[in-house]
């Protein structure tokens, strides 16, 4: 009994931080970040695609305006990327009990290949399980803005796939809110055409009752 429970893998917590382009995802990962380590919470802060070195080579790749890059090769190297984070990173330090925030991860592959460029779905969900396996988010925050938003937030050079059509993001955004409205136990769909402020204070209240039900909180009143 005694070396079965030393060999016991704590279960940490695993949130992620999707949305179309300029939603808003860093800002409130930032926020959130502040207020899990003002209470005495150590987090690891990722980024999807990246935050392991063969990740970070595949983001380049992605991301290059210069780079034609095909759909299907697209996906895989997503998948590729995810594939490698959760082996070398995210597995390991969930079994260790850690709170882990990242910006974007899997439901952005559905929304973005799957509905924006229409592959098909059932391919990219036998790729998560291949290469993802049963690393899922406890809790996932959609940030919802309509496009002219999304495009009035955005920096002033695109990367690769910031210079696709108001068509296709408009796909991206009704394939969030429908990833939010199959699960709506993990994924939390956030108006995003707030402040700063008002959107940090809806995902931290619903952080503190995440901690709550995963016995994690040390005080009772975070704030
Ligand atoms: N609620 C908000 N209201 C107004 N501006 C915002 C709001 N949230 C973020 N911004 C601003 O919009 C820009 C994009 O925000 P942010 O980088 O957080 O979005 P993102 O979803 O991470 O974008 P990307 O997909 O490009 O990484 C930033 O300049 C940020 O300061
Ligand atoms: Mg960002």
Known sequence: MKNKKHNQKKSGLFVTFEGIDGSGK????RMANKFLRKAGFETLVLRE???????ERIRKILLDPKLQVADYPEL??????????VNEIIAPALDEGAIVLCDRFHDSTVAYQGYGRKLDL?????????????VSPHRTYVFDV?????????????????????????RVRAGFRKIAREEP???????????????SADVCDD??????????????KLL
Not at 26 to 29: D, F, K, P, R, V
Not at 49 to 55: F, Q, T
Not at 185 to 199: D, F, G, Q, Y
């Open 49 to 55: 695609p990246g935050s392991a070195p063969l990740s």
């Open 185 to 199: 136990k993990r994924v939390a769909l956030i108006n995003s055409m707030r402040t700063p402020a008002e959107i």
């Open 76 to 85: 895989l190297l997503y998948l590729a990327a995810r594939g490698q984070l």
């Open 122 to 134: 059932d391919f990219i969900e036998q790729l998560r399980l291949s290469l993802v396996g049963k």
């Open 26 to 29: 860093s800002s409130q990962l």
């Open 146 to 170: 309509d496009y002219p938003t999304s495009l009035s937030r955005r920096k002033k050079t695109p990367d690769r796939l910031e210079k696709e059509s108001e068509l296709f993001f408009k």
């Open 207 to 220: 952080l503190e009752k995440l901690l709550h039900s995963k016995k994690l909180l040390r005080r009772k």
